[in-house]
């Protein structure tokens, strides 16, 4: 197996070959099913192509122009990649004579339109990043409680990877259950309290994004494998609610997650784990929604997080854009939008000279190439620095992508886990 592991893992997912592998097997299989139909039913043909473009406009319609709930992060050629798909998929249904060819044709095709969307969002690097880690052992969160020892691999100390509901209580948030990360000195020394750092995925995200995309237990594994077993307790939490979800991190109508994060998340990770209890020394980060998210929580519940992280954020929470935003989120109130977004609370503290932010630190990064996160980041970086935190901003090669969270994660770790008071 690990011989296999180590060939896949030099299969790179992202790099020039697999663009041209991804389009030339979209453009062949659609040729080539084309072909074949037009041989035997012309009409049907031209049925399975109108039917294709219908579809796949609609759904690019929705997408990017209304209701377009994910402004600038759907670039339009993911749906020229789908329209192969879409064609073979009807043609397969409507085109009987040809069904068995135009259903073969169908199951190639998806490799190529997977790629294709891997290429944007960059989740997957190499064909071995898809296969389960291996460097951390998985377990229900009943199984941890029995567990006395760390898990091992080839008897080396790893870390657990530790399923956990954290259904809210002061908030009522019915949250996806997160997952832990859990390091061996967890198990080898007990006396010790290891600090937090609270992780939350984009939108549409899960929990496991953080640790199915962006490795998180790949940074933590390396970390604990040069600090003697210790590292932070990496947890990943749900924030949105469902893997559409856009609650704008704020205490709405409908969900509570500024409560759930700043308040229940804390109380609930201290119930369940043994953990440093002085909130100063965690981190809560995130990505795109989630580093919104993380500063979000912060700036109005300073005494929650010690430090933030905030990768690809955005300007305020948003739903599609400001008015819907107000309108879903504070019935109509832009006064209550005002009192809670992140930019507002810290330009008053700025005023009034408040010290509630002392003590608190935070990292912005974004790709080069995201425009959107880098104004974001430009307009609230300043106004953390004023306010009274101390924070940095920079950028990295890349986009919106898991390239540039993964590679800030990894940047960040190390700094996250000093905060911490780990060395």
């Known amino acids: 197996m690990t011989f296999f592991r180590d060939f896949w893992g030099q299969i790179n997912l992202l790099d020039p070959p697999a663009f041209y592998l991804a389009w030339g097997l979209l453009i062949l299989t659609f040729v080539l099913g084309l072909v074949a139909a037009l041989r035997r039913k012309r009409i049907r043909t031209f049925l399975a192509l109108l039917a294709a473009l219908i579809v796949d406009a609609c759904v690019a319609f929705a ?42 044709l169908l199951v190639l095709s998806l490799p190529g339109a997977a790629l294709v969307v891997n290429l944007n969002y960059r989740q997957y690097s190499t064909l071995a990043s898809m296969l389960p880690a291996t460097n951390v052992k998985k377990m229900s969160y009943d199984q941890f409680r029995h567990q006395k020892t760390a898990p091992q691999i080839n008897r080396h100390p790893i870390g657990a990877l530790v399923t956990v509901p954290l259904t809210g209580t002061s908030s009522g948030f019915q949250a996806r259950d997160a997952l832990a990360y859990v ?19 984009g939108s549409p995200g899960k929990p496991s994004a953080w640790f199915d995309s962006g490795k998180a237990n790949d940074v933590a594994d390396d970390y604990q494998r040069r600090h003697n077993g210790r590292a932070p307790l990496v947890i990943s ?7 559409w979800g856009q609650p704008g991190c704020v205490d709405g109508p409908k969900l509570k997650i500024q409560s759930y994060l700043a308040k229940d998340v804390p109380e609930l990770i201290k119930q369940r784990f043994r953990v440093n209890p002085n909130q100063k020394k965690w981190t809560i980060g995130g990505l795109s929604y989630g580093g919104t998210c993380a500063l979000q929580i912060v700036a109005n519940s300073p005494s929650s997080y010690g430090t933030f992280l ?11 854009d400001l008015e819907t935003t107000v309108k879903e989120l504070f019935n109509g109130d832009i006064k209550a939008f005002h009192q809670v977004n992140a930019a507002d609370v810290l330009r008053r503290a700025a005023t009034n000279k408040s010290r509630q932010y002392r003590g608190i630190t935070g990292k912005f990064i974004c790709g080069q190439r995201d425009t959107a996160a880098r104004r974001a980041q430009n307009m609230l970086a300043p106004l953390a620095r004023r306010a009274g935190m101390k924070v940095n901003a920079t950028t990295i090669p890349g986009g919106h992508n898991y390239d540039v969270w993964r590679k800030a994660l990894r940047q960040t770790f190390d700094y996250a886990a000093a905060r911490g008071g780990l060395s």
């Open 310 to 320: 905030d990768f690809s954020g955005e300007p305020h929470p948003t739903v599609k």
């Open 63 to 104: 997408l990017l122009i209304w209701p377009n709930p994910y402004p600038g992060e759907i670039p339009p050629h993911l749906f020229l990649a789908a329209f192969p798909v879409l064609f073979l998929a009807t043609g397969t249904v409507i085109i009987s004579k040809r069904r068995l060819l135009l259903a073969g």
């Open 183 to 201: 390091p061996p000195a967890y198990w080898s020394q007990p006396k010790r309290q290891l600090p937090v750092m609270v992780l939350l995925a």
């Open 237 to 243: 939490v749900d924030a949105t609610g469902s893997l």
